[in-house]
DNA sequence: GTACGGAAGAAAAACGTTTTTGTGTAGCTG
DNA sequence: CAGCTACACAAAAACGTTTTTCTTCCGTAC
């Protein structure tokens, strides 16, 4: 007894404690085959009794099903370490796609970097990928394409325009957002401040900042952050932003960024929301920290890791052809774009 | 050719390829066997070339080893869901423990909870657990016990004492390094404020510090609130803090209570740190990003991850009878915890 | 009385490895 | 030259399921 759940009972240890074929313990357990309910439900008992639990891999084996999906973090093993950086998106993210594939009778499996090195031993044996902002000709979804191993993008692949297993923000429509918020707010020019990763995300909103400014008649003033400078990275182009004289607005891509340059040039006496409104396009602990909180667009993660979950399931299961998801961002209007506001309403923020 | 990489090529494809038996293709690749160097290489290339990786499931169906751990957060699934509290913690453990197991050709599940429902079809079949922050009487760690899953616990389970395998900080000692600090920075007071959570840490740290004003013949003045009230519950005793009297200190437990406690206080004209010290037992985006930045211990993550890895590996292979693993905390001295500094030196905090 | 058919379940094959046991040849010893 | 050892590899068993095929029993229709 003791020994039988040691290393966990058998099917056929539940089979000749029910008094029966190991062929109806599996059909009784799985309702499936031609078992009389009596027999099933008996063998049913017994085995709850016993504790038995299928073993995942002879299960898998036989069906050749893992029943798991692995999710990997562009985004993060570029920036070469799993630091507090972009966190947020990060841990809401894993946690959601977790509770969701669970749901499913799912598990998800966390898959630091396929690119390079030997491939941890699991990898390929995964039933489908989850890939968190793929860069362009990412070498993890061309290992997948080869291998013949669905997969679902968080971001569309800059590089694959016909691979339409995406799900992502409409980061042209959230742009304009943004843009038109800040310009009722009274920005005459905007600064945009973008990072150097080589994704959908940096490209699509860059491209609609200048389609906007075309639109507009407004002159584009565009800068560059690497994503790994973080908040040192903000302040520099902060200070850089100043140097070519203020704008009505900024508007920065990542929040850490923001955060920085916020900073940077609060230092050098520039009042937020007063002389400069500043926005983020992601929003995180540091805009809703900083004084006075930054405006940002944020992820509805549990949407976006439902929408990943059950477009990943679809395509394991053969669907194809569906058009890539499409969701909306939530503008969060906090103090920092509030036109002509007073010093004592900057109490508590929004 | 489509079709064999499809679905992945076959000890047998590659058998057959190589022209030798399956068995010199296993021993081949896994360095095992009587087989010459000549061969050994020939078949390594061919494996190769096809791109062959063993499934891992039969695999591990054959040496009963899944070759995959899982990791489970006990604080977070107590908080009910997965957002930004406690990210920090979550987000780098997690990233530098798969990065550990990595190394260690193991993969890392993410399981959100195994106290209730249904079981995931994979949480049986992992050769081992983390586990992170159990309760009292925790019920995971209970499953994982009659099942004789090798596990370890980052912090001691406080309600089995004659369980070992455990990493986690020298709680007293790091609370007397709190303590002692502040003291020597001039508070004559210190409260204390801790979480509702029945873990470890909580007990720890508060004993901890009761002794410690036993010794010193403090004043003990003790606070509670639950993790889940985040920021909101830290104002909160802010303010109670300031209605029963002003201490010389706080100390918080966790960084977004003492953020919270710091923003309230301020708010009512308190000067940090000229009228009272700050500091946290845990650091966090809050504690870093508040004005002026809170000193905070902090967990070295990485060697946290090492540490529960290896010892887990230890666990798994049968070894058994080592102690705890302590670690030390690092004391980050922060502006907030500075004695008789002048305004202008909170320019940048440290 | 025999053939048919469906119900209820058992036997056996299959999944892709690893590991144990077998086998044939070559080289050496006495 | 018989007998033993070492070598290089092959055959087969085993892991614990699921699924396909096979058996048995029984009732019913011809």
Known sequence: MARE?????TIWDVARKAGVSITTVSH???????????????????????GYVADAMARGLRSS??????????????????????????????????????NRNLGLMLVPDLSRGPLPPFSMSLDGYIVFAPHLDDPVVALLEKRGIPYVTWDRDPGRPDFRNWVAHDDAASTRVVLNHLAAA?????????????????????AAYVAWCLETGKEPRIYHVPERDGVE?????????????????????????ASG????????????????????????EHSRQHKPPISALDVDIPAAAAALV????????GKSGSDPVLLVARFLHRKSTSPGKTRNQQKRGF
């Open 5 to 9: 759940l040691q290393h966990g009972a």
């Open 28 to 50: 009784s357990l799985n309702g499936k085959g031609n078992i009389s309910e009596a027999t099933r439900e008996r063998v049913r008992a017994v085995a709850s009794e016993m």
């Open 65 to 102: 099903k893992m029943n798991a999906i692995g999710l990997v973090f562009r985004s993060l093993d570029s920036l070469g370490n799993y630091g507090p950086n972009g966190v947020d998106v990060f841990m809401k993210l894993a946690g959601a796609a977790a509770a969701e594939t669970l």
């Open 186 to 206: 009274g920005a005459g020019s905007i600064a945009y401040v973008g990072g150097t990763d080589r994704n959908a995300w940096n490209f699509d909103c860059e």
């Open 233 to 257: 990275g903000g302040r520099q182009v902060g200070a850089r932003i100043l140097g070519d004289g203020m704008p009505g607005a900024v508007f920065c891509l990542t929040g850490r960024h």
């Open 261 to 284: 340059a916020a900073q940077a040039m609060q230092e050098c006496g520039v009042r937020i929301p007063g002389d400069l409104l500043v926005c983020t396009g992601s929003d995180s």
């Open 310 to 317: 059950e477009r990943l399931c679809e395509v394991m299961e």
